[in-house]
């Protein structure tokens, strides 16, 4: 994560957001300040964190290095990005690729990506996933009603066995008929609305169910930190104490796209809101109609 923080109620933010909107993003959906990278590049961020992930890894045995991100261009066609990134990270072997389409899921669905692409390679073969990218313009930093959107990445290294976390299991739901996102009309919106709670229920349940796993194993949720407002919603539906539910970077950081729910994992990890051998459920939702879950067992 980028050290810098701007405010969302100071008025030289430059965020371009009108005083009741504001009010609305602090005091009613918990938000407070967003993590921004300034003129640091989206590179350097991808870099750091793939660096931190590699620590102590074979190199040579990493065979996919995976660029997941939200917003479809992060990066001029002619930079190639993932491939600058491989270079950097000395990933000779690795094919490097960009996942997007998936807007705020695409990091958690890059785990299922991930899974299939291992299962054709040697054993011990690993794959490196990079979530994250920077806000880019106003109309990408300021979801009007929902959440501010903030700088930042996570990287997580893959593999079909060994030591580390384990993922138990995996749902993915698209809701094509709201692929429209921000721009539906009003009664489509009113739907997806309705839909919406239920689906995040209904995609936990599914990664769990898929582990012979239920909500009572469950330590902690790893949201995307849209907003406390929906998870509130969402914690209610499902009968799952707020407590339960990561959202002490919603204030903190603001929603960093897709890279989320693995920056809440290490954060939730560092200050000992979990623990080894708990049970935690990564979720995250897209603009369009994508919803995804990911149940691990924390490393002992």
Same mark, same amino acid.
């Given at each position: ?130 979530? +994250?990218?920077? @806000? $880019?313009?106003?109309?990408? #930093?300021? /979801? ?5 959107? *903030?700088?930042?990445? %996570? !990287? ?7 030591? +580390?976390?384990? @993922? $138990?299991?995996?749902?993915? #739901?698209? /809701? ?5 996102? *921000?721009?539906?009309? %009003? !009664? ?16 936990? #349940? ?95």
């Amino acid at each position: 994560m980028p050290d810098e923080r701007i405010r969302i109620a100071d008025p030289d933010t430059q965020f371009g957001i009108a005083e009741n909107d504001t009010r609305l993003l602090t005091r009613f959906l918990g938000l407070s300040q967003v993590a921004t990278a300034g003129t640091r590049p989206l590179c350097d961020l991808l870099v750091t964190a793939g660096r931190d992930a590699l620590a102590g890894a074979d190199h040579t045995r990493v065979r996919y290095l995976i660029h997941a991100h939200t917003v479809h261009h992060v990066a001029p066609p002619e930079l190639h990005l993932a491939h600058l990134v491989r270079e950097q990270l000395g990933l000779p072997a690795a094919r490097a690729f960009a996942m997007s389409h998936q807007a705020c899921t695409a990091g958690i669905y890059a785990l299922n990506v991930a899974e299939w692409l291992l299962l054709a390679e040697p054993a011990g073969s690993t794959a490196l996933i990079l979530a +994250g990218e920077k @806000v $880019l313009s106003r109309v990408t #930093r300021h /979801l009007p009603g929902i959440t501010v959107v *903030g700088d930042g990445a %996570a !990287a997580v290294l893959v593999s079909l066995d060994g030591p +580390g976390d384990v @993922v $138990l299991g995996l749902a993915h #739901r698209t /809701l094509g008929e709201f692929h429209e996102g *921000g721009n539906m009309p %009003a !009664a489509l919106r009113g739907r997806y609305q309705r839909a919406y709670t239920p689906t995040v229920a209904a995609v936990i #349940r599914e990664a769990l169910a898929g582990a012979g796993l239920d909500l009572a194993d469950v330590s902690l949720v790893l949201p995307h930190n849209v907003n406390r407002y929906s998870w509130s919603g969402i914690a209610r539906y499902l009968g799952l104490p707020l407590d339960r539910v990561y959202l002490e970077n919603i204030a903190q950081l603001g929603h960093c796209h897709c890279a989320d729910p693995f920056i809440n994992l290490a954060c939730a990890r560092d200050r000992a809101a979990l623990h080894p051998g708990d049970v935690a459920v990564l979720v995250s939702v897209g603009q369009g109609g994508t919803f995804s879950a990911a149940a691990v067992r924390v490393a002992q």
